[in-house]
């Protein structure tokens, strides 16, 4: 079955500093990968996704991410950070052939410091 | 234009009460899925229909249903509510039933309260 790893549950980052969320993904054919953001009460908000070609993809509000495949990987970076980017965000797969569902990490709380 | 709209935002049940709740897909997309949001369980798949036919579902027991209209409007239904169906669930739609290529949008969520 697949399965996504997101092994930081918290994270602190200063405001400017550089971002970096990891998410891990286990399964054996391509996968479709994506990034949501999910502000408190609110839903989630697709930041970026891979589903083929060019493995650097970006995204809104100044986040990319690389898709590594010897590493089954799909980490999120964010060059400088700002307080507004403190949400939860959720890394998820999907892939055809297996329901066409995604299957979530269980997600990195974005603290920021001014 | 308009994205995926869910009703109603937040409403409470009692226990042994059962609920509904509606979605609305962004135009032009006839799949919608629904997942359940819990601080224990995280994000969980509940079931998808495409062309008002259940194509998927997850592991979730079957006072959880849906149904779809042709329309592509979808509604869940949970009978017999349990203190541990309080979650926050969410609509999604996508263009196709494929997931290559159908990027999966989300709705604001339904806050489900049971007392």
């Known amino acids: 079955a697949q399965s996504v790893t997101q092994p930081d549950i918290h994270i602190t980052v200063s405001e400017g500093a550089s971002l970096e969320l990891r998410c891990n993904y286990s399964y054996g054919a391509t996968p479709y990968l994506f990034w949501y953001v999910q502000s408190p009460g609110q839903g989630l908000q697709l930041l970026l996704k891979?589903?083929?070609?060019?493995?650097l993809v970006q995204g809104i509000k100044g986040f990319e991410a690389e898709f590594k495949r010897s590493q089954s990987s799909f980490n999120l970076r964010k060059p400088s950070v700002h307080w507004s980017d403190a949400a939860e965000y959720f890394c998820?797969?999907?892939?055809?052939?297996?329901?066409?569902?995604?299957?979530f990490g269980t997600g990195t709380q974005l603290k920021v410091e001014l | 234009k308009a994205g995926v709209t869910q009703t109603p935002r937040y409403l409470i049940k009692t226990r042994g009460q059962q609920v509904t709740l509606s979605c609305s897909p962004i135009?032009?997309?006839?799949?919608v899925s629904w997942y359940q949001q819990t601080p224990g369980q995280g994000l969980q798949f509940l079931f998808e229909y495409f062309s008002e036919t259940q194509r998927n579902k997850g592991n979730f027991p079957g006072r959880f249903s849906g149904r779809q209209f042709s329309n592509s409007r979808s509604e869940m239904n949970v009978s017999t509510l349990e203190l541990g169906d309080s979650a926050l669930y969410l609509c999604a739609s996508r263009r196709g039933i494929e997931a290559s290529g159908n990027t999966i949008y989300f709705g604001e969520g339904s806050w489900l309260t049971v007392v």
């Open positions: 891979y589903f083929s070609g060019d493995t």
């Open positions: 998820a797969v999907a892939f055809t052939g297996g329901g066409n569902k995604l299957t």
């Open positions: 135009s032009g997309h006839r799949s």
